[in-house]
């Protein structure tokens, strides 16, 4: 039981960074309109995430430096500044994405509008990340995050075609309604779910909270080799299990609550409490990594005390960072912002920025001045280099993509 919860930093980072709010809406709609012809770019996704995942928690552990004090190192003051503005702007984007939708779920099961909870979520998110240590929330988030496993369990109660899943998965291709480009939008959409920047700083600033060295190198490895694959697992059983249930019925995802569908058409009302208490779980643990990693980047930029288990009176800025970055999210969601098109909207945006933050994480996984005998390898090195280039590729189609399909309308 201890190994498993010294799992419980990849886990909580699986949980809240790859199954959050933008992977239940993109996971559900792509299943919805595409059935499994875009799981390519979940596998892709996950694949990259958890090479520079491990590649971060290995320059944490080893150069023992977080990710934003690697990035001012390696790029300079001034180029640092732009990425670290470009950073948080995302991030922000993010959270409010996530407050809206946790809100969501408030809404489905009280019916009361989902704006009444978003100042009560926003509250809620900063107590967490004010009062409770990071081991506390890594083990309740991790651990609660798991329901989502209902929706394997559903694949198997509902009566799925496994022949036609494989073949969607091993034969990807366009519907002619949708289009190459709307296609294209969404294959984005999914691997920016997977590989959103936030993850990385949290991965590495949790790394460095936990005191790790060369010598946990081992425990970072299995965090980051579990915890992202299953991620990655999560986000292609719910778009399968949208496309045994929503995509027969013509239903096109507008709302969280019909993501949960198949769960309840499989088990009932148990499958909807599993459903929902993963969401919960996914969405503000998602929240909490959101501003966490904004008071890390800035903190760590900056040079100020940082650390989520230090008291306010000793890290003031950190603690003062994360409380701007909850109220401007919170305000930002208060204007009626559709919730679900602000989601779709910053994953995509968070694609285009990947190579911004992944950038400098590669070069000084490779400097031995820093890694000594831990830089990459060669075969470490290919994978790294292509999978940049890909989302180099990404960041100048992103924005042209969003205004030609109307985000994804």
């Given at each position: 039981?201890?190994?498993?919860?010294?799992?419980?930093?990849?886990?909580?980072?699986?949980?809240?960074?790859?199954v959050?709010?933008?992977?239940?809406?993109?996971?559900?709609i792509?299943?919805?309109?595409?059935?499994m012809?875009?799981?390519?770019?979940?596998?892709?996704?996950?694949?990259?995430?958890t090479?520079?995942?491990?590649?971060?928690?290995?320059?944490?552990?080893?150069?023992?430096?977080?990710?934003?004090h690697?990035i001012?190192?390696?790029?300079?003051?001034?180029?640092?500044?732009?990425?670290?503005?470009?950073?948080?702007?995302l991030?922000?984007?993010?959270?409010?994405?996530e407050?809206?939708?946790?809100?969501?779920?408030?809404?489905?099961?009280?019916?009361?509008?989902?704006?009444?909870w978003?100042?009560?979520?926003?509250?809620?998110?900063?107590?967490?990340?004010w009062?409770?240590?990071?081991?506390?929330?890594?083990?309740?988030?991790?651990?609660?995050?798991?329901?989502?496993?209902?929706?394997?369990?559903?694949?198997?109660?509902?009566?799925t075609?496994?022949?036609a899943?494989?073949?969607?998965?091993?034969?990807?291709?366009?519907?002619?309604?949708?289009?190459h480009?709307?296609?294209?939008?969404?294959?984005?959409?999914?691997?920016?779910?997977?590989?959103?920047?936030?993850?990385?700083?949290?991965?590495?600033?949790?790394?460095?909270?936990?005191?790790?060295?060369?010598?946990?190198?081992?425990?970072?490895?299995?965090?980051?080799?579990?915890?992202?694959?299953?991620?990655?697992?999560?986000?292609?059983?719910?778009?399968?299990?949208?496309?045994?249930?929503?995509?027969?019925?013509?239903?096109?995802?507008?709302?969280?609550?019909?993501?949960?569908?198949?769960?309840?058409?499989?088990?009932?009302?148990?499958?909807?409490?599993?459903?929902?208490?993963?969401?919960?779980?996914?969405?503000?643990?998602?929240?909490?990594?959101?501003?966490?990693?904004?008071?890390?980047?800035?903190?760590?930029?900056?040079?100020?005390?940082?650390?989520?288990?230090?008291?306010?009176?000793d890290?003031?800025?950190?603690?003062?960072?994360?409380?701007v970055?909850?109220?401007?999210?919170?305000?930002?969601?208060?204007?009626?912002?559709?919730?679900?098109?602000?989601?779709?909207?910053?994953?995509?945006?968070?694609?285009a920025?990947?190579?911004?933050?992944?950038?400098?994480?590669?070069?000084?996984?490779?400097?031995?001045?820093?890694?000594?005998?831990?830089?990459n390898?060669?075969?470490?090195?290919?994978?790294?280099?292509?999978?940049?280039?890909?989302?180099?590729?990404?960041?100048?189609?992103?924005?042209?993509?969003?205004?030609?399909?109307?985000?994804?309308?």
């Amino acid at each position: 039981m201890s190994r498993l919860f010294r799992l419980s930093l990849g886990i909580m980072t699986s949980i809240g960074g790859f199954v959050d709010i933008g992977n239940l809406v993109t996971s559900g709609i792509s299943g919805a309109r595409f059935g499994m012809s875009l799981t390519w770019a979940i596998i892709a996704g996950t694949i990259a995430m958890t090479l520079y995942g491990e590649m971060a928690g290995r320059v944490a552990s080893v150069a023992r430096r977080p990710v934003f004090h690697v990035i001012r190192e390696r790029l300079g003051v001034r180029t640092a500044m732009l990425n670290l503005v470009a950073f948080v702007l995302l991030a922000v984007l993010t959270l409010a994405a996530e407050i809206g939708g946790l809100a969501l779920v408030l809404e489905l099961v009280t019916g009361v509008n989902y704006l009444v909870w978003v100042p009560w979520i926003g509250a809620a998110m900063w107590l967490v990340v004010w009062w409770w240590r990071i081991s506390v929330l890594e083990n309740l988030f991790g651990m609660l995050g798991l329901t989502l496993l209902v929706f394997v369990v559903a694949l198997f109660a509902l009566p799925t075609d496994w022949g036609a899943i494989g073949h969607g998965v091993t034969h990807p291709w366009v519907p002619a309604q949708e289009g190459h480009p709307m296609y294209l939008f969404y294959a984005i959409s999914l691997f920016g779910a997977c590989v959103t920047p936030y993850q990385v700083v949290f991965f590495a600033s949790g790394g460095r909270e936990e005191h790790w060295t060369a010598k946990d190198l081992r425990e970072m490895r299995l965090n980051a080799l579990i915890g992202f694959p299953l991620g990655g697992l999560l986000s292609v059983a719910i778009m399968a299990a949208a496309v045994v249930v929503l995509r027969p019925a013509q239903i096109d995802v507008s709302h969280l609550g019909q993501v949960a569908l198949p769960v309840v058409e499989a088990l009932g009302p148990v499958g909807l409490v599993l459903a929902l208490t993963g969401f919960t779980a996914a969405i503000f643990a998602a929240g909490v990594e959101c501003t966490l990693s904004i008071g890390y980047s800035v903190a760590q930029f900056f040079g100020w005390g940082w650390g989520k288990d230090r008291p306010p009176r000793d890290a003031p800025r950190f603690h003062l960072a994360c409380l701007v970055a909850v109220v401007v999210a919170t305000a930002f969601i208060l204007t009626s912002i559709d919730p679900i098109t602000l989601t779709v909207v910053s994953v995509v945006l968070g694609a285009a920025a990947v190579p911004l933050t992944y950038f400098p994480v590669l070069t000084v996984a490779n400097d031995r001045r820093y890694m000594g005998r831990y830089v990459n390898r060669r075969w470490v090195n290919g994978l790294a280099v292509t999978f940049l280039l890909g989302m180099t590729v990404v960041s100048v189609v992103a924005l042209p993509l969003i205004f030609i399909t109307k985000a994804g309308q």
